[in-house]
């Protein structure tokens, strides 16, 4: 049997027993589509791509446990994204088993959907792309600390070191990961991250860390950050250290958000991306992102990129 129609069948069969019962279920869709214009003289595009076709279902089950699955639907595959168990003995500590993102970056306490761009940062990609920001699965705690305005989020875990390359996960090797958000007051939050990769016996270690701040006051926004480590997946030592830093702000009027983003990452090869943009809330659940992007990289002649971006959720 084709393996992505029987995952695709399992999904159905969890979904249809889940709401057969008695817990409280939401179900739930996240589209997002992009069209793309490149004006670059090497390779220029136009082109419409759907980011994102991602349905969700979230239960509520008994004594204090949540359940949450989504999945990716691209090209007629389905991929699996979050598969996750956790229980709730109270907001200071929670308990989770399965596969999610791992906590690191500024951007890790937004979501696709708050963040300011068409897509994720620069810092984000490469974090990924060398397994300190990727999915997989594993165990971890989370909770919340003190009360407002003076609060402290932790999100601590331990994970199997998922291969990007290979498509599997490194079960011999474990990554923990960490994160830590400070709020000394409600419009202020700091973001400090932790990475660590190891094999078995701790004989190769590849770190990775990160410090962000974000500041929020009468509808403007102001944020930034900065990450540096190591890359377990690199094959020569000179693309083995990679970091990265942006900044953003962005300011609401009304249903209006314009913003501005400088973004820039170096794993080898330095990249630099400076965007200009709007988003307009058309509903309470979708939006319209219009953004230039003056785009520089080692090697290529700078160009520009134009894109409009529809976003939905329900």
Same mark, same amino acid.
């Given at each position: 049997?084709?393996?992505?129609?029987?995952?695709?069948?399992?999904?159905?069969?969890?979904?249809?027993? /889940?709401?057969?019962?008695?817990?409280?279920? $939401?179900?739930? =869709?996240?589209?997002?589509?992009?069209?793309?214009?490149?004006?670059?003289?090497?390779?220029?595009?136009?082109?419409?791509?759907?980011?994102?076709?991602?349905?969700?279902?979230?239960?509520?089950?008994?004594?204090?446990?949540?359940?949450?699955?989504?999945?990716?639907?691209?090209?007629?595959?389905?991929? /699996?994204?979050?598969?996750?168990?956790?229980?709730?003995?109270?907001?200071?500590?929670?308990?989770?088993?399965?596969?999610?993102?791992?906590?690191?970056?500024?951007?890790?306490?937004?979501?696709?959907?708050?963040?300011?761009?068409?897509?994720?940062? /620069?810092?984000?990609? /490469?974090?990924?792309?060398? *397994?300190?920001?990727?999915?997989?699965?594993? =165990?971890?705690?989370?909770?919340?600390?003190?009360?407002?305005?003076?609060?402290?989020?932790? $999100?601590?875990?331990?994970?199997?070191?998922?291969?990007?390359?290979? *498509?599997?996960?490194?079960?011999?090797?474990?990554?923990?990961?960490?994160?830590?958000?400070?709020?000394?007051?409600?419009?202020?939050?700091?973001?400090?991250?932790?990475?660590?990769?190891?094999?078995?016996?701790?004989?190769?270690?590849?770190?990775?860390?990160?410090?962000?701040?974000?500041?929020?006051?009468?509808?403007?926004?102001?944020?930034?950050?900065?990450?540096?480590?190591?890359?377990?997946?690199?094959?020569?030592?000179? $693309?083995?250290?990679?970091?990265?830093?942006?900044?953003?702000?962005?300011?609401?009027? *009304?249903?209006?958000?314009?913003?501005?983003?400088?973004?820039?990452?170096?794993?080898?090869?330095?990249?630099?991306?400076?965007?200009?943009?709007?988003?307009?809330?058309?509903?309470?659940?979708?939006?319209?992102?219009?953004?230039?992007?003056?785009?520089?990289?080692?090697?290529?002649?700078?160009?520009?990129?134009?894109?409009?971006?529809?976003?939905?959720?329900?």
């Amino acid at each position: 049997m084709n393996r992505n129609f029987a995952f695709f069948i399992i999904i159905v069969i969890t979904i249809v027993s /889940l709401a057969e019962s008695e817990q409280n279920i $939401d179900l739930g =869709v996240e589209f997002a589509t992009v069209w793309e214009c490149e004006f670059s003289e090497k390779n220029p595009s136009n082109v419409f791509i759907i980011q994102r076709l991602r349905p969700k279902l979230i239960a509520d089950l008994s004594h204090n446990f949540t359940f949450k699955l989504t999945v990716e639907l691209e090209n007629g595959f389905a991929q /699996l994204k979050d598969a996750k168990l956790q229980w709730k003995y109270n907001k200071q500590f929670k308990i989770g088993v399965g596969s999610r993102r791992k906590p690191f970056g500024l951007e890790n306490i937004y979501n696709f959907w708050s963040i300011p761009g068409v897509d994720w940062s /620069l810092i984000h990609d /490469l974090f990924e792309k060398s *397994g300190h920001h990727d999915r997989s699965i594993g =165990v971890w705690v989370q909770g919340k600390l003190f009360q407002e305005p003076f609060k402290i989020k932790y $999100d601590v875990g331990l994970y199997n070191r998922f291969d990007s390359y290979t *498509g599997e996960h490194e079960t011999s090797d474990k990554h923990f990961s960490s994160q830590i958000v400070y709020s000394p007051q409600q419009f202020l939050n700091v973001v400090l991250s932790l990475s660590s990769v190891s094999d078995t016996f701790d004989l190769n270690r590849c770190v990775a860390y990160g410090i962000g701040a974000s500041i929020k006051i009468i509808g403007i926004e102001i944020a930034g950050e900065y990450a540096s480590g190591e890359d377990p997946f690199s094959e020569t030592t000179s $693309d083995a250290d990679i970091e990265g830093y942006q900044f953003w702000a962005r300011y609401d009027i *009304g249903r209006f958000q314009p913003y501005v983003q400088h973004e820039f990452s170096d794993n080898g090869k330095e990249k630099k991306h400076t965007s200009l943009g709007c988003r307009l809330e058309l509903t309470k659940y979708t939006r319209i992102k219009l953004q230039t992007t003056y785009i520089d990289k080692d090697g290529d002649d700078p160009y520009r990129e134009f894109c409009i971006k529809a976003h939905a959720k329900f």
